[in-house]
């Protein structure tokens, strides 16, 4: 089977670095999803804004190297504990496909690219290729009573965030807050806990530059 992309998703993320570990958790997180020229086809389309959810199947196109173990280290165990490949939602896999579901805000029917999807709530990187997608149909898939594995025996708590009042400005109100929500997650590596250190995350055309300290988070430039 050869794959080939159908969109290109757009996103306040231009680096794979600070974009949210999974779909659904920066809510107002907003993105597009523009269509490669072969498939501006207003009728691949039809019905879609009848669904309030979608799936996107997508690459892991930042990846540098080439998955080789069959096991990995989630985030959400520490990075200390290893786990099988497939237990996991690990972008380094044999193929490098992920999986989102993203809530669709509106299909723009009209622009100069064609049809434009609009969603939000993605964890998608700028420019990261899409090979399609598919409606959420509650009946099949959602399992609201089902076990999730390790995952249940982790709390996942946000930071405190301190956003300077220029930057906010800036960035304006939405944009402000997906960036809070985004740092809440605390995008560092899983083994980095230096209070010094201060780290930098392309976001929405600024490089937002900050440090963690006793689980607060502080943007101290951009």
Known sequence: MTL??????????TTKFGIPKQSG???????????????????????????????????????????TS???R?????????????????????????LSSVRLERVEWESDEGPVVHVTGAD?????????????????DCHPEARSGFVDSRRWERMEVEIP?????L?????????RETLSLDPRPHYQTD?????????????VRFRVVDHRCEVVGW
């Open 124 to 140: 998608l990187m700028d420019g990261t290729p899409i090979f399609d997608i598919k409606p959420y149909v509650t009946y099949a």
């Open 70 to 72: 069959p096991v990995v």
């Open 4 to 13: 080939t992309p159908i969109a290109r998703f757009h996103s306040p993320f």
């Open 195 to 207: 209070p010094d250190r201060i780290y930098g995350m392309p976001f929405a055309g600024y490089d």
């Open 74 to 98: 989630p985030p959400v165990l520490g990075g200390n504990e290893r786990v099988g490949v497939f237990a996991t939602r690990s972008p380094f896999r044999p193929n490098a496909l992920g």
């Open 165 to 169: 009042a220029e930057l906010g400005r």
């Open 171 to 179: 960035l304006g109100e939405e944009q402000r807050e997906v960036l």
């Open 25 to 67: 958790l920066v809510e107002r997180l907003r993105g597009q999803i523009v269509f490669e020229p072969a498939y501006r086809n207003r009728d691949a389309l039809r019905g879609l804004e009848g669904f309030d959810y979608l799936w996107l199947i997508w690459e892991f196109s930042a990846n540098r190297h080439r998955a």
